[in-house]
């Protein structure tokens, strides 16, 4: 089993900057990739970036491109998501999910845990 928590949602303007972090814990040791995926009200969950854990390749929705970045502090079992140039469509309830096996890094059906959700609210 893995646990993964993730903090650092909130409140901030168009154009502003937040980063949100995702601490694994629990059985970490055989994890394949890890990847951030958002759900806006009224809205199916979509895909925002994911992470190899071993050699750090790095996949972005097309709509993030250029403004997220994603990385990973292996010694800390902790992915971040570095959002830049926020927009209001941004907002979302963000999360963290792990996968222990290969997989189609974009498609949630692809990772066995997830977080609980940090809110992102991007006001215009």
């Known amino acids: 089993q893995v646990l993964l928590v993730e903090s650092g949602g909130g409140l901030v303007q168009a154009g502003g900057s937040l980063r949100l972090s995702c601490a694994a814990s629990?059985?970490?040791?055989?994890?394949?990739?890890m990847g951030w995926f958002r759900q806006a009200p009224g809205k199916e969950r979509e895909f925002v970036a994911a992470?190899?854990?071993?050699?750090?390749?790095?996949y972005y929705a097309d709509s993030v491109k250029g403004r997220f970045t994603i990385s990973r502090d292996n010694a800390k079992n902790t992915v971040y998501l570095q959002m830049n140039s926020l927009k209001p469509e941004d907002t979302a309830v963000y999360y963290c999910?792990?996968?222990?096996?290969?997989?189609?890094?974009?498609?949630?059906?692809?990772?066995?845990?997830w977080g609980q959700g940090t809110q992102v609210t991007v006001s215009s």
């Open positions: 999910a792990s996968a222990d096996y290969a997989g189609t890094s974009s498609q949630k059906g692809q990772y066995n845990y």
């Open positions: 629990g059985r970490t040791f055989n994890m394949h990739r």
């Open positions: 992470i190899m854990w071993s050699g750090g390749s790095t």
